[in-house]
């Protein structure tokens, strides 16, 4: 069986058939407005802001063009996930090797990192802008909302939505008198919306518009996204389902573009119109908008939207790495815990930089990763058309020959932008290096290596058909293989449930001790935040998720001959699992284990040291692989 993307939150939220009109509308609506906020975080705000001084209007149509691509590659991974109902990187998974994927992951997991940076540092400007925090003291502040991402999932899809909707608005509605502030030049507005690349520094600029746009990240993240609906998965309700998904990408899409556009038309009103050809850092943006527009409300808009930015783009992030790492890897660890590694691995680079380099590098540090980011778009945008394009794969909801063409037109496009940056960027290398054998010994092999990499993800869908694979991604998986032998020699035998591959070792070894002559309790504890804060007394997705499944396992092993019982705890797993046990009087206690220890343990969590000592009972501990 293959598992569910982003489990928790997995199919939680109802398209009644009930519902009609603008009514069934609004419950498709919220997807797109998490992957809109990627599309207007603080990396688009730097290369917005250096393009608007630098270049006037002209690249306003970098803009137009990266949105509409944005709408069509964003489009085709909500596709992804509402036919198939699997995200980009479960779809990775099931088609290239696990070398392939692990390169694969690793690029992705750059892109979030370089997402990452520009989040910290956008976080970071806005509080020193609005309360004088020093920059360091703010970049160290946003370790802070780590936690902010598990109380939102925990309250429910909707209120989350709700949550970043309503920092786009604030966005919005602060652009909206930015603009009347500004008073930009209509004809020019229209003059750069067509196509011109005024100097060699104007591709670099494009190149960063194109990656602060089209995020890989955001693929990842749609494909998911959408399938926390709930529909009829008949032909009709699929059908009906990608419109409603389209209009969504439709709305909240075509709103990121006002926000980037208005922040370059902003720039190019204020800095380009005085000769401000040089201002590239958000801080000395900030500094100049009062006196250039003559009001002190302009400069606070601006901090207000860019920590509303920083912060909306910070949870979807998480989102998007917690779907690479599952989907990729098969792979599950705390959700607090992945939040700081993300976190720490944008904050180690912004610190040292800042530290070396001093305050005034952060703006080319934001356009940086937004650059990087373009670099990975290649990887993600290549597999995602192979995959809707594949007839078997999306079940006759295949996209069209002319989607095709449009959709291998844009991969055209931005592999060839980023293929001439990096010729560039290797060239200046070799003239200016005062010993250029490490470029070509380093650097230049891995351009090669990761060409051919590129290409082979081209090719290989063509020439080699994917296996179909038995897929199971999450951990809450019900494809177990149960054996019955042995004599009864334990009568009530209590055995620990996760819903992982450790069940199938746990449960084999319970029934070769009791047989079915024994009576068996399946004890699971729901670990959410809720769950710690209010015991029994919560109430959401993930305990009704369980709550289920534990069912399931009742069922089929009732089904099977053995006597089953469930108890569900709630909060800490190794004091949740002991009090279950010491009120039953079990003979014994079966316990499965994940197969790790030491630093492992920090990442994973383990109870069997909690339960060990707080039961009075014999325990048997299952290894991985028994």
Request: with cysteine; hydrophobic share 50%.
């Amino acid at each position: 069986m293959k598992g569910k993307s982003l489990e928790e939150v997995h199919g939680s939220i109802a398209t009644s058939d009930k519902k009609t009109g603008f009514r069934k509308i609004l419950a498709f609506l919220g997807p797109a407005y998490l992957i809109s906020v990627g599309y207007m975080d603080p990396g688009n705000w730097a290369t917005d802001i250096a393009g608007g001084s630098q270049f006037g209007y002209a690249l306003i149509w970098v803009l137009l063009m990266s949105n509409i691509m944005a709408l069509l590659l964003q489009s085709l991974s909500a596709r992804l996930g509402i036919v198939t109902q699997r995200d980009l990187a479960q779809a990775s998974r099931e088609t290239y090797s696990p070398f392939v994927n692990y390169i694969l992951y690793f690029l992705a997991e750059i892109a979030i990192a370089a997402c990452d940076l520009a989040e910290v540092l956008g976080m970071a400007i806005g509080l020193n802008l609005l309360f004088d925090i020093s920059l360091l003291n703010g970049v160290f502040i946003t370790v802070l909302d780590t936690f902010l991402l598990l109380f939102l999932i925990n309250k429910g899809m909707r209120k989350m939505e709700a949550f970043i909707i309503a920092l786009v608005a604030i966005i919005g509605i602060s652009f909206v008198c930015e603009m009347i502030f500004a008073q930009p030049e209509l004809d020019k507005i229209v003059a750069g919306l067509v196509p011109s690349l005024p100097g060699e520094a104007a591709l670099y600029i494009a190149i960063g518009i194109i990656g602060a746009t089209v995020m890989p990240h955001n693929l990842y993240l749609h494909s998911s996204l959408v399938q926390t609906r709930k529909f009829d998965r008949t032909k009709e309700g699929v059908k009906q389902a990608l419109k409603y998904n389209f209009i969504d990408s439709t709305i909240a899409l075509n709103l990121a573009f006002f926000v980037n556009a208005a922040i370059l038309i902003l720039a190019a009103a204020t800095f380009y119109k005085n000769g401000m050809h040089e201002v590239a850092e958000i801080q000395d943006a900030h500094k100049f908008l009062a006196p250039l527009l003559g009001t002190k409300w302009a400069p606070i808009l601006f901090a207000v939207a860019l920590i509303a930015a920083g912060q909306s783009s910070t949870v979807t992030g998480t989102l998007a790495g917690q779907i690479i790492m599952e989907g990729y890897l098969n792979l599950r660890i705390q959700p607090w815990v992945r939040r700081i590694v993300t976190r720490l691995i944008a904050i180690v680079p912004a610190v040292i930089t800042i530290t070396i380099f001093g305050e005034g590098i952060t703006g080319k540090l934001l356009v940086f990763s937004q650059v990087v980011l373009s670099l990975q778009l290649g990887f993600a945008i290549i597999p995602l058309i192979h995959f809707v394009s594949d007839k078997t794969k999306m079940k006759g909801f295949h996209i069209s020959r002319v989607t095709q063409i449009a959709a291998w037109l844009i991969a055209a496009i931005i592999v060839s932008l980023n293929a001439k940056l990096v010729y560039d960027e290797i060239k200046g290398w070799l003239e200016l290096s005062e010993n250029p054998i490490w470029i070509w010994l380093i650097v230049v092999p891995l351009v090669v290596g990761f060409a051919i990499l590129l290409l082979y993800i081209i090719v290989k869908p063509f020439v080699i058909k994917p296996k179909e694979h038995i897929y199971n991604h999450s951990p809450h998986s019900l494809k177990l293989q149960y054996a019955r032998s042995g004599e009864s020699q334990k009568q009530k035998i209590a055995v620990t449930v996760d819903f992982s591959r450790a069940d199938e070792n746990a449960l084999n070894h319970a029934f070769s001790l009791g047989g079915t002559d024994a009576s068996y309790t399946l004890i699971h504890v729901v670990e959410t935040v809720g769950a710690i804060m209010y015991g029994d007394n919560i109430v959401d997705h993930e305990t009704s998720v369980d709550e289920q499944l534990l069912l399931q396992y009742d069922e089929m092993l009732t089904q099977k001959g053995y006597r089953i019982e469930t108890k569900l705890g709630f909060g800490n797993p190794g004091k949740g699992i002991a009090k279950v046990v010491n009120e039953g009087n079990f003979d014994v206690l079966v316990m499965g284990t994940h197969g790790h220890s030491g630093f492992k343990d920090l990442l994973f969590g383990t109870t069997v040291g909690k339960v060990r000592h707080g039961i009075s009972i014999p325990l048997v501990i299952v290894k991985k692989g028994r």
